[in-house]
């Protein structure tokens, strides 16, 4: 069974530009949450979606958004970066909102330069 | 508010010591506590978790206690090795609108000495 798939893997982006993440969750699992890490920070949340809906949500300005499509892949969506955006990405999913277990992706790595 | 509490947030230990990191947490409703281990460059990995029902759970060398009354929760590495060299990350879920998000501890890194 394949785990939790993220691309890409790397991306590097100046301030003001948009990024798009993408993750593709465990088969049969339906719910994806996304994570932002920095040093020092640990796992920050930015938001959880289930059945294409935003479930729950972290303390992140709305610049940071997602959507889940039928298939329940994932994106996130990050408009005019700025340098503190800089950080890796992790995606996890579920097999329902509320399932306990989480199941990381190895992340995207954004730097904004 | 939604806090995980983290302590200490680095830890050097020799081989073959114990190391202990403990956890404390916010929300009373909270009834779930996993460990996630992430060595450099890898995605975090769930290594152990506890429910609210049993007050420590053990595998192999490593185990989890809780207290429910004093919302703390304990990571126990028994017998160190270098390979549990890594970050560790307690979590505990909050609850809102009927669903639950998993908020994580800042970490703790852990260096095991030979």
């Known amino acids: 069974k394949a785990g939790v798939t993220q691309t890409p893997r790397y991306l590097i982006k100046t301030r003001g530009q948009q990024v798009t993440l993408s993750c593709s969750p465990i088969?049969?699992?339906?719910?994806v949450s996304w994570y932002q890490q920095t040093p020092g920070q640990g796992l920050q949340f930015l938001f959880e979606?289930?059945?294409?809906?935003?479930?729950n949500k972290g303390n992140f300005p709305g610049r940071f958004s997602g959507r889940q499509f039928s298939n329940s892949r994932s994106e996130m969506n990050v408009s005019t970066l700025e340098l503190g955006d800089s950080a890796l990405y992790l995606c996890?999913?579920?097999?329902?909102?509320?399932?306990?277990?989480?199941?990381f992706g190895s992340g995207t790595q954004l730097s904004v330069l | 508010g939604e806090n995980v509490e983290q302590h200490p947030s680095t830890l050097s230990v020799q081989e073959g010591d114990s190391a202990v990191i403990k956890c404390t947490y916010s929300?009373?409703?909270?009834?779930?506590f996993p460990w996630y281990k992430q060595e450099l460059g890898k995605r975090p990995q769930l290594i152990i978790d506890?429910?609210?029902?049993?007050g420590e759970k053990k595998d192999q060398r490593i185990a989890v206690t809780l207290n429910k009354t004093a919302k703390h929760f304990s990571l126990h590495i028994t017998e160190t090795q270098p390979e549990d060299s890594a970050v560790y990350f307690c979590?505990?879920?909050?609850?809102?609108?009927?669903?639950?998000?998993?908020?994580f501890g800042a970490g703790t890194r852990l260096a095991v000495h030979p």
């Open positions: 979606y289930f059945s294409e809906t935003q479930r």
């Open positions: 506890i429910r609210s029902n049993v």
């Open positions: 979590a505990a879920p909050m609850f809102s609108g009927g669903y639950n998000k998993l908020i």
């Open positions: 088969s049969g699992h339906r719910s």
């Open positions: 929300d009373s409703a909270s009834n779930y």
């Open positions: 996890a999913s579920r097999r329902q909102a509320g399932d306990e277990k989480l199941f």
